[in-house]
């Protein structure tokens, strides 16, 4: 079964710091993975994907398949980085993790 | 317009009472997908089109719920005697790619707020 666990609901740390939002997931087959995230009285929009190996907005994921793992990582937390973050697995169709709510704090 | 549209924005329902959700997916998106989403929770997969076909409804919880896209555009979900375990937001999202061609990005409407009273 598929399935995506973001195991902390609330992530708070101060600007400048390391932020990592964990994620994990359940699929026996080949998954693409993605983040993302809803601004304050914003639309959920696309982050990034695994495939595309990219840095957007300073955020990178990186796919650990020993793991079943793709956090999401930034090394200098800014306030404007402050909303809700989902992972979300696609196979045979795109389930979303319950999300991982980033409290970046002055 | 330019995204993906979705009306009511809110809408209370009387338990018992039928309501009709609609998405107006982006312009020449084929794949469209709704998903409830539950206070604190993440969205949850309802159902799929690709076009007009409804490739996966796995997700509709019950009997009462019902989706369609007779023309390939425009979607309604439509839930049928309401009950207060039915409040939720439910999402519509579009997507240009087809399911299986690469990851294809879904983009998001706002939203339809339904209150069971």
């Known amino acids: 079964a598929q399935r995506v666990t973001q195991p902390e609901k609330l992530l708070s740390v101060f600007k400048g710091a390391p932020v990592e939002l964990k994620c994990n997931y359940s699929y026996s087959g080949s998954p693409e993975l993605f983040w993302y995230v809803q601004y304050s009285r914003q639309r959920l929009q696309l982050l990034l994907r695994?495939?595309s190996r990219e840095s957007i907005k300073g955020f990178t994921a990186d796919l650990n398949k020993g793991e079943t793992s793709f956090h999401l990582k930034k090394p200098f937390a800014q306030e404007e980085d402050s909303a809700m973050y989902y992972c979300?697995?696609?196979?045979?169709?795109?389930?979303f993790g319950s999300g991982t709510r980033l409290s970046i704090r002055p | 317009g330019a995204g993906v549209s979705q009306s009511p924005r809110y809408k209370v329902a009387k338990r018992g009472q039928d309501v009709a959700l609609r998405c107006d997916p982006i312009s020449g998106h084929v794949s469209l997908f709704w998903y409830q989403q539950a206070l604190g929770q993440g969205p949850e997969f309802l159902t799929y089109f690709q076009n007009e076909a409804q490739l996966d409804k796995s997700g509709l919880p019950s009997d009462r719920f019902f989706a369609e896209r007779p023309e390939g555009s425009v979607s309604t979900l439509k839930i049928q005697r309401t009950q207060q375990e039915d409040s939720a937001v439910y999402l519509c999202?579009?997507?240009?790619?087809?399911?299986?061609?690469?990851?294809?990005?879904?983009?998001f409407g706002e939203g339809s707020r339904l209150t069971v009273l």
């Open positions: 999202a579009s997507s240009l790619v087809r399911r299986g061609l690469g990851a294809g990005e879904l983009f």
């Open positions: 979300a697995l696609r196979a045979s169709k795109i389930i």
């Open positions: 695994h495939i």
